[in-house]
């Protein structure tokens, strides 16, 4: 079983930044997609940013290119995801995710991140 947990969540005002980092532990995929998505109240999970198995292949959600960078990091096992430019919208709760190659995904339990002044 893998084990996700979430760090780095907090209150920033906007345009500030924030860096989250999940650390994963247990069985460790070698081959993966991993990153974060996000879930305000009253609305559906959706993607923020993932990593295709590399660092240089990610995908974003269209409202954050150019301000999130999601970043894994074998070393330390660890992915992380780098926000600035911070705006109220992008209130939610951030889960890390990781899915295998081939089979099961795993969740973290959330880290909440607010916006606001």
């Known amino acids: 079983q893998v084990q996700l947990v979430e760090s780095g969540g907090g209150l920033v005002q906007p345009g500030g930044s924030l860096r989250l980092s999940c650390a994963i532990s247990?069985?460790?995929?070698?081959?993966?997609?991993m990153g974060w998505f996000r879930q305000a109240p009253g609305m559906q999970r959706e993607l923020v940013g993932l990593v295709l198995g590399s660092n240089t292949n990610t995908r974003y959600h269209d409202s954050v290119k150019g301000r999130f960078t999601v970043f894994r990091d074998e070393a330390k096992n660890t992915v992380d995801l780098q926000m600035n430019a911070l705006k109220p919208e992008d209130t939610a709760k951030y889960y890390c995710y990781v899915q295998r190659l081939v089979g099961a995904s795993y969740w973290g339990e959330g880290t909440q991140v607010t916006v606001s002044s």
């Open positions: 247990g069985d460790i995929p070698d081959r993966y997609t």
